[in-house]
């Protein structure tokens, strides 16, 4: 472990921590609104620590205070790290051979975390950014998440604050990195249309579920091979 660390170089540290600051500022957003929102200060926190996801935990805690049940709230942020699955295949060699520094590993398996991974060459490199990215991003996140958590509870009226707006636009400032892509954007769109239409009709959290099916939009079409010339 320690050849890991002399692998370190300091664009990586001053870009590493600029991240973890940027989580650390959504993690405590996340903690006041939560808590803002009605939910007991233990949730937030040990959402954070247990499952580590920030995409999934803001859809869980809008699906929960907007009267949506447990069932469509956990499906939700289940599907949202479905993706997950295919990280863990590409970065595997990063993990370690023992299983505690797998499971370890897997926990801190967020998208910065592999971004950074990926972006290295070497074995060395990569293995340090992975535990640099993924460890300082935990403690960033929780920190922030406990300390939003706490100013929270001193919130009495989150529509006065614009809390309630708070959870579409953090989600939105989530995906945003991705709409770089002409596909992922068809299912973004795709994915609106079909939630702003159900809505009326579906109680809260199935319309985000329904919304996923537009994923079929990112499937590249087929195209005609060429007819070689004979």
Do not use: K
């Not at 921590?17 to 200060?41: D, E, H, K, N, R």
């Not at 972006?119 to 293995?127: I, L």
């Not at 529509?159 to 579409?168: I, R």
């Amino acid at each position: 472990m320690r050849s890991i660390w002399r692998t370190l170089d300091p664009q990586l540290i001053r870009d590493v921590a600029l991240v973890c600051a940027a989580i650390s500022v959504v993690g405590l957003s996340f903690g006041a609104i939560a808590v803002g929102s009605g939910l007991p200060l233990w949730m937030p926190l040990l959402m954070s620590i247990i499952v580590f996801a920030g995409a999934s935990q803001f859809a869980f805690v809008a699906i929960i205070a907007a009267g949506g049940g447990i069932f469509a709230a956990v499906s939700a942020g289940l599907l949202a790290n479905a993706r997950h699955i295919l990280f863990g295949f590409s970065l595997g060699d990063v993990l370690g051979s023992s299983l505690a520094s797998r499971l370890i590993g897997s926990h801190l398996m967020v998208d910065e975390s592999v971004a950074f991974t990926l972006s290295r060459t070497s074995a060395d490199e990569r293995r340090s950014a992975y535990w640099l990215c993924g460890g300082g991003l935990f403690i960033s996140w929780n920190a922030g998440v406990l300390i939003g958590a706490l100013g929270g509870t001193l919130i009495s009226d989150t529509d006065a604050f614009g809390l309630d707006a708070a959870f579409p636009a953090v989600l939105l400032a989530l995906i945003l990195p991705s709409l770089t892509e002409r596909a992922i954007r068809r299912a973004a769109v795709g994915g609106a249309v079909i939630a702003v239409a159900v809505s009326p009709l579906l109680p809260a959290g199935v319309p985000i579920l329904l919304a996923l099916s537009a994923l079929v939009l990112t499937v590249p079409l087929r195209r005609p091979r060429p007819v070689a010339a004979s």
